[in-house]
């Protein structure tokens, strides 16, 4: 079955530092791909997207390209900020307007 | 600025108590998921509906979770009876069920069974 496999953590940056979150996924077609970020105590919120091959999608600063031949989508700042300090969640959707299916989620740590 | 709205925000009950976690989705959005957080297990999916019809609830324990939507602006998921391996973040979110659109979560129940 489709599958979603991100990198563990905790991982711990100082401010300014460049991030890199590892995902990659199992599926049997071509999902759209996401990142959302979970502060504590909320709810996620969607970071970025990608829906086919080689798209990028990008938002404040974060980035990720949907590789096909790779089977992923890594999440990378040039330079993060205390503010960044979250749980990012990989996830793939399969089917249009369908369930989500997440990766186990990487907590990042930024310090002054 | 549109939201999905979930009540309570925070459950602490005794085992064997029925729980019901209400959703209120996003005016417009037709398509509502139920998802569960627990460490060990992640986020996860129990249930869905689109235009209020259930689509997928094959995550969901059937003897003892149900999910429904009375009308378009309320989802509820029910527990009874209530489990402490229940204990759990339950997320609402709400999407337009069309093309690629955006997932947006509410801010969820933290259930505690005890």
């Known amino acids: 079955g489709d599958s979603v496999t991100q990198m563990e953590g905790p991982v711990t940056l100082s401010e300014e530092a460049f991030l890199t979150i590892n995902c990659t996924y199992t599926?049997?077609?071509?999902?759209?791909l996401f990142w959302y970020v979970q502060y504590p105590g909320e709810g996620l919120q969607l970071l970025l997207k990608a829906t086919k091959a080689d798209d990028k999608g990008s938002n404040k600063g974060f980035e990720a390209t949907y590789r096909k031949e790779t089977t992923s989508f890594h999440l990378e700042k040039g330079s993060v900020q205390v503010s960044d300090s979250a749980v990012y969640f990989c996830?793939?959707?399969?089917?249009?307007?369908?369930?989500?299916?997440f990766g186990q989620g990487t907590e990042l740590s930024v310090k002054p | 600025d549109a939201r999905v709205t979930q009540t309570p925000r925070h459950k602490v009950t005794e085992m064997g108590q029925e729980v019901t976690m209400r959703c209120q989705p996003i005016l417009g959005h037709n398509t509502v998921f139920w998802y569960r957080q627990t460490m060990m297990q992640g986020l996860e999916l129990l249930a869905y509906?689109?235009?209020?019809?259930?689509?997928?609830d094959s995550g969901m324990p059937k003897d003892r979770f149900s999910a429904e939507m009375p009308d378009a602006t309320l989802a509820t998921l029910k527990i009874q009876p209530s489990e402490p391996r229940d204990s759990a973040v339950y997320f609402c979110?709400?999407?337009?069920?069309?093309?690629?659109?955006?997932?947006?979560f509410g801010p969820g129940t933290r259930l505690t069974v005890l």
């Open positions: 996830a793939l959707r399969y089917n249009q307007g369908g369930k989500l299916i």
């Open positions: 979110a709400s999407g337009s069920g069309s093309g690629t659109d955006t997932q947006y």
């Open positions: 599926a049997t077609g071509y999902p759209s």
């Open positions: 509906f689109r235009n209020r019809a259930p689509l997928d």
